[in-house]
T-cell receptor, first 111, second 110 residues
Framework: DGGITQSPKYLFRKEGQNVTLSCEQNLNHDAMYWYRQDPGQGLRLIYYSQIVNDFQKGDIAEGYSVSREKKESFPLTVTSAQKNPTAFYLC??????????FGAGSRLTVL | EDKVVQSPLSLVVHEGDTVTLNCSYEVTNFRSLLWYKQEKKAPTFLFMLTSSGIEKKSGRLSSILDKKELFSILNITATQTGDSAIYLCAVEGGNEKLTFGTGTRLTIIP
């Protein structure tokens, strides 16, 4: 079945550590996205990539980094520079239209 | 800056009731409005609306867009416990990026 796989589902991190969240899709979609979801706030765009080897900052990119070396993969690194990293992170992809397919999410908790 | 406001923030109703969820927006060069349902983790697509006055329908769910008044509603009739979820509204503007609202948390009591 086609879809998006995010891992890990739950992740704990000590302050000062970088962590990388994995996102893999087998939908053959060109575009991929990372969103952050916090209670009481809408999904906020961190980074997006419309084609391999190219990506753009979203609205809250500070403290995050991404890479897009393969069409199927769009990993997100949460760096120690991110001031408040505890959140639910959603990866999504699309075929170029605006209808997104989402993964099941990764919940990051900073201890 | 594009803005999407959903109301109410949360809603609790009894099974069988009909509910109406609201989404208003301010966006530059509107392209489309989308509704998603988020039950536990992954939001799933419900509707995409681009034209005013044309109702989209899927079973007990329906949605309509008013581009003059800049809002959309999502109706759910004969609600069931499986309708309990967060309903997200998103709008695509001229920058081709989606702006999401905070969502409406709907709880259906058996």
């Amino acid at each position: 079945d086609g879809g998006i796989t995010q891992s890990p589902k739950y992740l704990f991190r000590k302050e000062g550590q970088n962590v990388t969240l994995s996102c893999e899709q087998n939908l053959n979609h060109d575009a991929m996205y990372w969103y952050r979801q916090d209670p009481g706030q809408g999904l906020r765009l961190i980074y997006y990539s419309q084609i391999v080897n190219d990506f753009q900052k979203g609205d809250i990119a500070e403290g995050y980094s991404v890479s897009r070396e393969k069409k199927e993969s769009f990993p997100l690194t949460v760096t120690s520079a991110q001031k408040n990293p505890t959140a639910f992170y959603l990866c999504a992809s699309s075929s170029g239209a605006n209808v997104l397919t989402f993964g099941a999410g990764s919940r990051l908790t900073v201890l | 800056e594009d803005k999407v406001v959903q109301s109410p923030l949360s809603l609790v109703v009894h099974e069988g009731d009909t509910v109406t969820l609201n989404c208003s927006y301010e966006v530059t060069n509107f392209r489309s409005l989308l509704w998603y349902k988020q039950e536990k983790k992954a939001p799933t697509f419900l509707f995409m609306l681009t034209s005013s006055g044309i109702e989209k329908k899927s079973g007990r769910l329906s949605s309509i867009l008013d581009k003059k008044e800049l809002f959309s509603i999502l109706n759910i009739t004969a609600t069931q416990t499986g309708d309990s979820a967060i309903y997200l509204c998103a709008v695509e503007g001229g920058n081709e990026k989606l702006t999401f609202g905070t969502g409406t948390r709907l709880t259906i009591i058996p």
